[in-house]
C-alpha cells in the first residue's frame, strides 16, 4: 500500500523540538556544570517519577505527530500513474488504535457496556419492542453477556495484568542495565535499584511505570472487545478521545511557550544590556501587552486568524490541515501575547549581569556588542527560560481547556480535553447522567497537569534554589 | 506625591494610546471593515451594497488612518483612527457592531454591578482564606501536616477550575438540590445564585494562591527581626500574626493586586457556566457573536482598569510599608 507523508505544520513544530531536545541533552552531557544540576534534579523521586509520567504521554504524542494519507484503490477509469489518497490523514496513533476507532456505535454507551444506554424501538424475534439494543461491538463476541460477560471482563484484565508485570519486569531489567554501570553484577544492582539504594531514587520512576503499566495492561487487553471509557453521543470511544487529546495538550504546552522565547529573550537582553531609551521602549511595549487581559487579547488575535483561514482557503487540503494550522496560530498568538513575564526577569537578570566584572572585561577587550550579549549574557539567563518554560507547561494546559471553552481555543474537529470538558458539562447535567466522558477527561489531564507540575518544581528547584520554598518540606534531616 | 501621581497619569495615558493602537491594528488592519462586514451579515453572496451600507451605519465607511480627501487637521480626524480613539478615550462607546445592536455603554453599567456583586466577596474572602490556609502551613512547618497540606495544593492547581464548576454544580445543584444550578436575579435573592459561583472559584485558586504566600511567609521567616522577635519570647503565633505577615503584605498585595481588573470585569468562565449577567458573560457572548465593538471596548476598558489597579497597588505599597517613597 503506497501513501504520502502528511507535513503538518505542529507535526514539523513538535519534531524539531524533539530535535531540540535531544540537542540539549547532549549538551547538558558536555557541561559539567549543567550536568551536575540536572543530576541534582534527578537525585529528586518526585521529579523521575513525574518525568516518566511525561515521557508516556510525549510518546503517545510523539505518536500522533507522523501523519500520511493512504492511497486509494484504482477505479475504473482513472488515468494510469495517478493516485488518489484518502481525505483524511492518519497517524501511527491511528494505526495503532485502528481497532477501537472503527468499533463506533449509534449513541452513548457506559464503560465495559454491552448494551447502548439509551433505549430504542427494534425488532426482537418478529416482535417491535422497546429496550436498550446491543451494542455493535462493544461485547459483540458474547453470545449470553448476562452470563460471560463478569468472566470473560475479569478474564481479560487478569491477562492483561500478567503483561504489565511482565513489561515491568523487562523495564526494570533495561533501567538496571541501563544505569549504575560497572557496580557487581546485573542481579545485585537490579537489587539496589528495587532497595533504593542508588545515587539517583530510580525506584520511584519504576514504580510509576509499573503502575502504569499495570493500568495500561487490562485496558489494552480489553481494548480491542469492550469501550473502557464507553462512547460518547456519536458512538466514538471515549478513551481514543482521550488519548488523541494528550497531542493537543502537548502541542500547545510546549509551542506556546517556546513561541514566547525568541521575543522574550531577545528583548529582554537588549533593554538590560543596552539600558536607556531601548529600555524604555521594551518597557512601554510589554506594559502595553500585559494591560490587557490576556484572554481578551487571544480572542481578539483569534476571531482575526478565523477570518484569515476563511479568506486563504488554499493555504490547506484537508480539513485535518486547517484545523491544525489554526491550532498552530493560536499557539502563535499565545506566544505573542505571553512574553512579558519571561521579558521582565530576562531584563532584570540581564540588568545586574551588566554591572558584573567579567562583563567589564568583555567591554575593556573590546568585544563587539552582538558578540558580548550570545557569549556572555544570554548563557547566563537560559536558566531563567528553563525554570519559566517548565512552569508555563501546565499552565497552558489548563488554560487551552478554557479557551476552547470560551470558543477561541482548538479547532473543535481535533481532540482536546477543552472540547471533551464542553461536551461533558452539558452530559453531567442531562439524564440519563454521563460520566465517563468527564471522567476520562479529568483523569487523563490531572496526570499530564500534575506530572508537569510535579516535574517543573524540580527544575525550579535545581536551577534556583530560592525557589525551594514551593516544594513540600519533611523534617530537616531529609534534606542532603 | 502630586508630581508622582501627575507622571504616573501622563504615563497610563501612552499606555492607553498604545492599547488602543494595537486594538485598531489588529482589528482593522489585519481584518479590514469589509471582512468584517461579510462575517458579520453573513452568507456565502453578500454583495458590495450591502457591505457599503453595513460600514456606513457604523461610521467605518472612512478611510482607515489618513484621509487624502481632506484638507488640513482633517487629514488625521476625518479618519475611523481618530474617530474611534476619541469617541473610546472619552469613554463613550456607542453600540455594538451585530445586528442587535445594544447601547454597548448602558451595557457595561448595569453589568458592572453584577460583576461587583460576584467578584468583590471573592476577592475578599480569597485573600483571607488563602493567607488563613498559608499561614497555618508555616506554623506547621517541617512536619506532615505542611508536607500534605503541600501536596494537596499542588493537586489542587493541577485541577482546571472547569472540573470544580462541573463537579460542584453536579454536587450541589442536581444532588443535593441547596442551590440553583445557573442563573441570577436581583437583591437578596443574588445571594443563592451566587453562593456556588464564589465558593468553587475560591476553591479553584486556593491551591496555587495558598503555596505562593507560603513561599511568601518562609522567605520572611529567615529573617533577623524574626529571630529578634522569638528572642524577645515572643509566642510563635504572635511572630507570625504580627511581624512575619505585615512584612509580608508587600509581596502579597502585588500578587493579589493582579485580580483586581476582574473585580469589575467579573470572571469569564465562572460568569457563562452560571449564567450570570455580568461583564465576563458579555465578553464571551461578543466573543462567540464576533462583535468587534464589544470586544474592542471590554480591551479598552480592562486596560483602563488594569493602570488604575497598579496605581492603587503601588499606593497601596506606600501605606502598608512607610519607607517606601513615591517618587
Redesign the interface.
Known sequence: MSFKFVFLWTDLALWALFTALAGYAWHVSRQPQLRATWAQALRDGATLGAGAVLAVFMLISALDSVHFRGALSATQGQAAGVTFYETRATSLLDLLLARPLQMRETSYSAPLATHALIQENFERNGVMVRDVPRLVYGGAHLSEPGRDWASDVLGRVAQGLIGGALLTLAASLALTAGVARGEGSLLARWRAVLGGRTRHPWRVPLLTLAAMALLAGPVVALMGHYHVLGTDRTGNDVLVQALKSVRTAFVIGTLSTLATVPLALGLGVLAGYFKGWVDEAVQYLYTVLTSVPNVLLIAACVLMVQVFLDTHADLFETGLERADLKMFLLCVILGLTGWATLCRLVRAETLKLRDLEFMQAAEAFGVPHLRTMLRHVVPNVMHLVLITTVLNFSDLILYEAVLTYVGVGVDPSLNSFGGMINLARSEMSGDPLVWWSFVAAFGFMLALVLAANLFADGVRDAFDPRARAFRPQRAAHKVP | MTAYLLRRLWYAL???V??NL??FF??FT??TPD??AR?NIGGKRVTQEQIDKWKAERGYDRPLYWNAAESGSAKFTRTVLWERSVSLMALQFGRSDSARSVDIGYEVRTRMWVSLQLALPLFVLQLIISIGFSLLLVFF???RI??????LC??M???????YI?VG??LFS?VLRLVP?SGYAGGLDAVRFLLLPVALSLLSRLGSES??Y???F??EIGRDYVRTARAKGLSELRVLGRHVLRNALIPIITSAGSYL??VF?GS??FE??FGIPGLGAF??EA??G?D?AI??T??FL??LL??ASNLLIDLMYSWVDPRVRLA
Not at chain 2, 157 to 163: D, E, H, K, N, T
Open positions: 501612552w499606555i492607553l498604545g492599547v494595537l486594538t489588529l482589528f489585519v481584518n471582512d468584517m462575517l512547618r517541617h512536619s505542611d508536607f500534605w497540606g503541600v501536596v499542588v493537586v492547581l493541577s485541577i482546571s477550575s472547569l472540573f462541573i454544580q453536579f442536581r444550578i503555596r505562593l507560603r513561599a511568601m518562609l522567605e481588573p476582574y470585569l469569564l468562565v457563562s457556566f465578553v464571551i466573543i462567540s464576533q468587534f470586544v474592542r471590554m480591551v480592562s486596560a488594569y493602570i
